[in-house]
């Protein structure tokens, strides 16, 4: 049974809320989307717009991560710790980020060091949320991927419209809720840069301090 508010929820609105501020703090660089930084590396190649440095490690550092996520994985699985120790890794990234960001930001040039730095480190962060969600979620809306989100929603309302048995309205809500979460996510990002500038960084330690606490390490079949 999924709890309400339930860790997928907190990992949407985190994932569109680091997503947007990404966007807006550092010129364009998405840290949990790698197909928005491929469209983005391609625009800032023609129209010489700055920040591609970072949008070209963006990729290669969310790879390396996300391995290094399998591999504390098989390590802290055996000792039912796996989740709650992810999410920690999460925190103490975003913390990272936050930091960096409040110190050193706002960047008028995101190719500087500590710009790059910022953004590569939230890119960090982000994939660690996209590997817990593959390794712990997988029974659940991806956090990150609206596109095959929206696209599932659609079939599943075509679906029910034809009364097909195999769709079934829970999954259908679950995948709504998904989408919303990360447009609230979105939503709140927008609010906080224009409101708090760089102080916008601190709302996502927040939320994944919170699932830390309240999670630790429950099993999956409890989220």
Do not use: Y
């Amino acid at each position: 049974m999924i709890r309400h508010p339930s860790l997928s929820v907190l990992l949407g609105i985190n994932a569109g809320f680091v997503d947007t501020l990404g966007f807006l703090a550092l010129q364009g660089l998405f840290t949990a989307h790698v197909t928005g930084n491929f469209v983005t590396i391609a625009a800032s190649l023609v129209t010489g717009h700055a920040g591609l440095i970072a949008k070209l490690l963006a990729l290669p550092v969310f790879l390396l991560v996300v391995a290094l996520c399998a591999l504390l994985e098989a390590r802290w699985k055996a000792r039912g710790v796996s989740l709650r120790n992810l999410l920690v890794v999460q925190l103490a990234l975003l913390v990272a980020t936050a930091l960096l960001a409040m110190l050193f930001g706002p960047f008028g040039d995101v190719d500087q060091p500590w710009a790059v730095a910022t953004g590569l480190v939230g890119v960090a962060a982000m994939a660690v949320q996209n590997a817990l969600g593959r390794l712990h979620l997988g029974h659940l809306p991806p956090s990150t991927l609206m596109t095959g989100n929206s696209t599932q929603i659609a079939l599943d309302l075509v679906g029910i419209g034809l009364g097909s048995a195999a769709v079934s309205p829970e999954r259908l809500r679950s995948f709504v809720l998904g989408v919303a979460a990360f447009a609230l996510g979105c939503a709140l990002a927008t609010l906080a840069f224009v409101t708090l500038h760089m102080g916008a960084f601190v709302p996502p330690v927040l939320l994944i301090a919170a699932a830390a606490l309240h999670w630790q390490a429950r099993p999956t079949t409890q989220i």
